[in-house]
């Protein structure tokens, strides 16, 4: 399918977007494959945006070309859970793993990087249709990958984060699962057996070669915290890769936003709250604000159901704001930032 160059005035409801729109200061106003509506003319217009890449087929052939997409992403990661639940269960046992295997599953992570409206559509469907730690690390995998990308990390530092979300908490298999799966709040004991998960995971892979010495030490230290908070080694900012720091940032993101036996999942809107509101003292400040600026505008077109009990649509999210979008109900348009009563309630 090809792609055009025009006019932001010349735009027209239902064209989509094949290329990224970015502000002049660098914050993300539109993602690739978000599919334009007027709201969003007027945003692009208002940020002196005067030109977008939009696909050239017209309203006939993109339907089908973003479901094929979509559904290659969808069937491709529920290939990847059962792929790495495979892997963490050989290396829980002590089996040697070939190098071939991780190679497959993520370079199959690794081609979808281009599609991340689609990532974050399918990992907001279907992050919790399986076993939470396999779907968990999958997820990290592709948020990682994601922001790497935004951070203009290289192709083979890409790399290096998707094997490192898909083995960052294989530890957890050590322990215990009735603690794991326990309902209520752990107790201080409890709490510090589920600390050691990251122990465990680095003590899985330390002696193979399945991975390189980068991954292992994400393994060892994705909770660790810029303030040295956080464990098994109580590290500071300074003492912490990129790479830490990327698997830091979405696996707190995707844990908020994921269902546990625990609690209910957060709306990536209130997750945004949560992690401006931690950022300086736990995550690179950097780090965070580049996921949560370009994560943001991948839920434009997104369906959310409102306190109110109305059901809506994100129609624009903006770059200063990310955690009060503007919503659309029928007509009606309804800006989070001025109606302060109202708030999405969960995501459909």
């Known amino acids: 399918m090809g792609k055009k160059c025009v006019l932001v ?3 027209k409801a239902g064209d989509v977007i094949s290329q990224k729109v970015v502000s002049k200061y660098g914050a993300t106003i539109a993602v690739e494959n978000t599919i334009i509506n007027y709201y969003i003319i007027q945003k692009l217009a208002a940020f002196e945006i005067k030109y ?3 696909y050239a087929a017209g309203m006939e052939g993109t339907p089908k070309f973003i479901s094929t997409n979509f559904f290659d992403v969808k069937k491709n990661y529920k290939e990847n859970v059962i792929e790495i639940s495979e892997v963490v269960n050989d290396l829980s046992k002590g089996k040697k793993v070939e190098v071939a295997k991780m190679n497959k599953i993520s370079n199959s992570i690794y081609k979808a990087i281009n599609d991340e409206y689609y990532i974050v559509k399918c990992l907001s469907e279907l992050k919790n249709s399986e076993g939470y730690v396999y779907s968990h690390c999958v997820n990290v995998s592709f948020y990682g990958m994601l922001l790497a990308k935004w951070l203009c990390l290289t192709k083979r530092d890409i ?3 998707v094997e490192a979300g898909l083995l960052h908490d294989i530890g957890q298999v050590k322990v215990p699962i009735e603690i794991l799966n326990k309902k209520g709040k752990v107790d201080i004991e ?7 998960h990251p122990v465990y995971g680095y003590n899985m892979v330390k002696g193979t070669n399945i991975v390189s010495d980068i991954v292992k030490e994400v ?3 994705h909770h660790e915290r810029m303030n040295s908070t956080g464990y098994p080694l109580g590290k500071n900012g300074d003492e912490l890769s990129i790479y830490c720091k990327i698997i830091a940032v979405v696996d707190a993101y995707d844990a908020i936003t994921s269902d546990r036996v625990y609690r ?4 990536p809107f209130k997750a945004f709250e949560i992690l401006k509101n931690n950022s300086l003292e736990y995550f690179d400040i950097h780090v965070m604000n580049t996921f949560l600026e370009n994560i943001a505008a991948c839920y434009v077109g997104s369906k959310v159901l409102l306190n109110t009990g109305e059901e809506g649509e994100i129609l624009y999210v ?3 704001n990310i955690t009060k979008p503007v919503v659309s109900i029928g007509k009606r348009y309804i800006d989070l930032s001025k109606e302060k009563s109202i708030e999405i309630k969960a995501m459909l």
């Open 318 to 320: 903006p770059p200063h």
């Open 52 to 54: 977008v890449w939009i």
């Open 264 to 267: 209910k999942r957060e709306t």
């Open 9 to 11: 005035s010349d735009c």
């Open 219 to 221: 393994i060892l230290m």
């Open 190 to 196: 409890e709490f510090g057996e589920i600390k050691k």
């Open 159 to 161: 790399s290096q984060i």
